[in-house]
């Protein structure tokens, strides 16, 4: 569907996965929109729409010094807390898993991060499932760590 340049794709959600949008006026009709931190976990939870786990990465290193206009207001950053909450309320695990490296990473989330551990995936899973497996493993998060940290922040160099 094209909407102005914009192209979208309805994705099917189980019903326990939808939350945390808001309805907005777009060109006087009402457009259901994510909340940043919903919009992050969506693109976790989907790879394949959101442009893949370097995307998810940059987002996430960057919502640091991102503004954002929610139907609370403007604020900076993403809200780590309401990012755990929801991230457990999408119920995968692999999801909680990747998320919690990645904030890791990202240096957000120290100590919320450890909430993420207890709902981490049980059974070994690949940062990116789309890749094959490596060698590598980061055992706090039962995941294998199939992209490389170089890959991951390339979005940096430039």
């Given at each position: 569907m094209k909407f102005g340049n914009y192209a979208y794709k309805y994705v099917r959600l189980q019903p326990h996965k939808f939350f945390g949008y808001q309805k907005i006026l777009y060109a006087d009709l009402p457009v259901l929109i994510a909340e940043?931190?919903?919009?992050?976990?969506d693109s976790l939870d989907h790879l394949e729409y959101g442009g893949g786990i370097q995307e998810v990465t940059k987002a996430l290193g960057r919502s640091r010094t991102s503004t954002f206009d929610t139907s609370e207001g403007t604020r900076e950053g993403l809200d780590i807390a309401k990012l755990i909450q929801y991230a457990k309320a999408m119920r995968n695990r692999s999801l909680s898993s990747r998320l919690g490296y990645l904030l890791t990473l990202t240096e957000q989330a120290r100590e919320e991060v450890k909430e993420l551990e207890k709902h981490g995936s049980a059974w070994p899973v690949r940062l990116d499932p789309t890749l094959p497996p490596n060698s590598k493993w980061d055992r706090r998060f039962n995941l294998n760590?199939?992209?490389?940290?170089?890959?991951?922040?390339?979005w940096r160099r430039s």
């Open positions: 940043p931190e919903k919009a992050v976990l760590v199939n992209v490389s940290y170089e890959q991951l922040f390339d």
